[in-house]
Structure formats: C-alpha cells, structure tokens
C-alpha cells in the first residue's frame, strides 16, 4: 500500500524552520509524486517531523535513499557493539553494554554543527528515528541558516562571501578527539574539507551560512586570530533565537533536516536515563 499525496497535511511549527506532516506511513512504498511534495516542503521549512513511526532499518534506509546515495556509517568506532547494524545507520547512544557505547555522542551537550561536513562531499539530508528518549533533556534545537545569511549585515556579507573554510575532521561533536586523529595545534592546518562559507541551495537557489564547529573552525585566508573574531561574530548571528527552533522529542519521531540550510545542536540529559536514536545521512552533491 502506498500513500497518496492528497491524504497528507503539511504543518508548520510556526517559528523560523520545522513543520510536521501527518498522514504519511514511512514503512510504506512512496509514489515519486508523494515524494516529490515532501521534498518540496522539506526544502521550504528545512525540517520535517513525522510522528509515530515504526521502522526496520531496511525502511528506514530506503526512505532516506530518496534524498541522496547514503553515507556509509562509522561503525568502526563502536567495534564488536556494532554488529548487527544496517551500514548506514549509526545508533546515537548513551547505553552502554559489556561496559562500551552502543553508539556516539554519549549524554553530553552536543554542540552547535552540520552533519558529515568534514568530507568533501557532505551530507545534505540526516534521518534521525527515536526509539527511546530520557524523560528530560536531550532535545534538539536547529538554527536556520539561509535566513541567517539574507540578515547578515553587509559588513559580514562582504567579510565571507567567496571564502571557504575548514570542517575540521579530527573533533566530534561532543568536542572529544575522534578516533584515529590527534588534537590539533594549529586550526588552519586543520584536516578536513574545505567548503564555502556561504553556499548555494541546489533545489531553491537560496543562498546560506555553512560552517563546520565553532570552535575548531578556520576561514582561510584570515589570520587565526582574525578568523576566530570573525567567526565568533558569524555564529552569534546565526544562533540567535529568532533563527531557532527546538524539537522535544517522542518515541516513534522521526526527523529528516536538511544540512545545507541549517545547524543543529542536542541538549545534554542526565547520564543515567537511555537514549537510543537511529541515524542515517545521505550526500547528494559538493557544496558551491
């Protein structure tokens, strides 16, 4: 059974980004015509909320191919714990078994960032399902980028427009060292891809911020001093209330947002209550 394009009703959040859409059953197969107006609101709003899923991995996995060749998951840092996982999905996960993390992140604030933006080629779209949630905490807030950067004062504007810089690959978003790298001494010799500050929209032709964490970030060819005050300035604009907005999260959410129009950071929620979340990103093409 598929569902129809008329049966769904696009609801949005009523803030700067986010809209809920009812009537559609991800498990099921999907008309390109149904899925044609979801990517439309999906570029309109940024984040879309589907409530009260109930998905295999192998569903999960082909609804998020419809937004890009997905983005194989790094199960090589959870070892042995990993087993059994589709290969593109990343369990995001404080639980613990045999005394190791199923999955990343933890129960630690995950700060502001964009999913996947160290590799050359990024993900545009991330699929999170929630399977179980803390009774407090571990929300997730989203910043809306092209709207960040069409108020930008021209004085910024002209201070980035045509720069790229550095998504650094040696940190996580926890701000722990990720496995296999070493701490970096120098923030312009970075690893990482190197992308433009502000991009192109390939779908709407919008225009948006996109930076890679604040606090390993680097602008090419400014001064590492001058870049950190540059940037300190970029994301005080960017993550200013009237740009956000917070998602509360309940079993069975399944969120899909776009990266190149947005940032997201996650609330911490105490150590010892489960969070246990799906995750799979897709890439669809490099950033200009």
Do not use: C
């Amino acid at each position: 059974m598929t569902t129809d394009v008329a049966t769904i009703d696009v609801i949005p959040s009523g803030g700067p980004l986010g809209a809920e859409v009812r009537g559609v059953d991800l498990s099921q197969p999907m008309t390109p015509q149904l899925f044609a107006e979801l990517e439309r609101a999906w570029h309109e709003h940024v984040v879309l909320l589907f409530r009260d899923q109930k998905l295999t991995d192998e569903q999960l996995a082909a609804f998020t191919e419809r937004f890009g060749r997905l983005h194989p998951a790094p199960h090589h840092e959870y070892g042995d714990n990993a087993k059994g996982l589709h290969w593109a999905v990343e369990l995001i996960s404080n639980v613990l078994r045999n005394g190791k993390p199923i999955g990343a992140l933890g129960s630690a604030e995950a700060t502001w960032h964009t999913d996947m933006s160290m590799y050359e080629i990024p993900a545009s779209a991330t699929v999170l399902y929630a399977e179980e949630i803390p009774p407090t905490g571990g929300n997730t807030r989203f910043a809306n980028l092209t709207r960040a950067y069409e108020d930008l004062p021209e004085r910024l504007r002209r201070a980035v427009d045509g720069r790229l810089s550095i998504h650094d690959h040696a940190y996580l978003a926890s701000g722990g060292v990720r496995p296999g790298f070493t701490a970096v001494a120098d923030k312009s010799q970075g690893p990482g891809a190197r992308h433009p500050v502000v991009r192109t929209h390939p779908g709407t032709g919008r225009k948006a911020l996109y930076l890679g964490r604040r606090t390993t970030g680097y602008i090419l060819g400014y001064p590492v001093e001058e870049s950190d005050k540059l940037l300190d300035e970029l994301w005080e604009h960017m993550t200013a209330p009237k740009y956000i907005w917070e998602h509360v999260w309940r079993v069975g959410d399944v969120l899909v947002w776009d990266n190149r129009q947005a940032v997201h950071a996650r609330q911490s929620f105490p150590a010892e209550s489960r969070r246990v979340m799906r995750r799979i990103t897709a890439m669809s093409e490099k950033p200009f």
